[in-house]
C-alpha cells in the first residue's frame, strides 16, 4: 500500500453551527474550549467564522501496488484502494 496521491488546503475556514443549523457567534469560551495551538495563525471572519491559515493536507488516497514481469522489465501498477478495502488492511 502506498499513498498515490494528496490533497492540500492552504487555509481552511470554520463555521459554527448549533443543534438547530444556526450559526454560533465565537466567544472566548468557545474559542477556549477549541483550543487552537498557538503556532496555528488565526483569523476571525466577522463573529461567526474562524479561518486558520496553515497549509494543511486534508485528503489522500491510498493504492494497492502490483507488479507484471515482462521479458524485458517489470511493470508498476498503482490501483485505488476502495473505502473497505483500505478499512481491512488497516485493521491487520
Not at 483569523?43 to 461567526?48: A, D, F, H, L, S
Amino acid at each position: 500500500m502506498v499513498i498515490s496521491r494528496v490533497l492540500q488546503a492552504g487555509s481552511i475556514e470554520y463555521t459554527f453551527y448549533d443543534s438547530n443549523n444556526s450559526v454560533i457567534s465565537l466567544d472566548a469560551a468557545l474559542l477556549n474550549d477549541i483550543n487552537l495551538s498557538s503556532n496555528l495563525k488565526n483569523e476571525y471572519i466577522g463573529e461567526t467564522s474562524l479561518k486558520i491559515s496553515k497549509k494543511s493536507f486534508i485528503g489522500y488516497r491510498f493504492s494497492k501496488v502490483e507488479l507484471e514481469q515482462g521479458i524485458a522489465d517489470t511493470k508498476v501498477f498503482l490501483n485505488d484502494l476502495t473505502d473497505k478495502e483500505l478499512s481491512e488492511l488497516l485493521k491487520n
